[in-house]
């Protein structure tokens, strides 16, 4: 009784750790994320010839400490040195700009990656919600490779972040999760160590 006691108070506290963390960096991402749209919304009224401005990526992928940024311009037609001077007007670190015609949206890779998680900056909602779809994740992973004790911390692990997530959980070693909360649900995989393999769906 006292083993389970000790496995339930150091799980109450690795939660708060990990909470009081991730609030921390949800903030400093909240106001970079607010800035960049600000930014982004004065461009588009600037070059009166760009359609939108998609951001994608881990900035709006619920990642809680995105490296870089990337946005799509799209627009009739392709310039490339419009990347440098937009790169110099916004001078900000590590970001990485593509350049997309409207109807290659759903004729290409990166199309299909902005359809999947790209923000639109002119409609202010993600291009999934346009369309009515609800892009999902599938992840198969293994716990075979972890202790008694670490099946258990994991197991209260991954209902805690489920929940957070909105995820469901399709069977033993399966989860379904929305591809907005991928990133922090890869996270918690990666922190113990496991092996997975993915799948993405786009769901009516």
């Known amino acids: ?19 009081a963390k991730k609030l921390k960096m949800a903030s400093k991402k909240s106001l970079k994320w607010l800035e960049l749209k600000k930014s982004l919304k004065k461009l588009l009224k600037k070059y009166k010839d760009i359609k939108d401005i998609i951001v994608f990526g881990s900035l709006v992928k619920d990642k809680h400490a995105p490296k870089d940024i990337d946005i799509a311009i799209v627009k009739d037609k392709k310039e490339i040195s419009l990347v440098g001077e937009i790169k110099e007007i916004l001078d900000i670190k590590n970001i990485d700009i593509e350049l997309i015609k409207p109807e290659e949206i759903y004729q290409t890779r990166l199309g299909l990656t902005l359809i999947t998680e790209g923000f639109s900056i002119k409609n202010n909602k993600f291009l999934r919600e346009k369309l009515n779809l609800s892009p999902m994740k599938i992840y198969i992973y293994e716990i075979k490779n972890l202790t008694q004790t670490k099946k258990v911390l994991f197991g209260r692990g991954l209902n805690h972040v489920m929940k957070d997530a909105g995820a469901t959980k399709l069977g033993a070693g399966s989860v379904m999760v929305p591809i907005e909360k991928s990133s922090g649900f890869e996270d918690f995989l990666d922190s113990w160590n496991l092996k997975y393999k993915t799948k993405e769906y786009l769901v009516l």
Do not use: V
Not at 10 to 18: F, G, M, P, Q, S
């Open 1 to 19: 009784m006292g083993y389970t006691k000790h496995i339930l108070e150091l799980i109450k506290l690795l939660k708060i750790n990990l909470t």
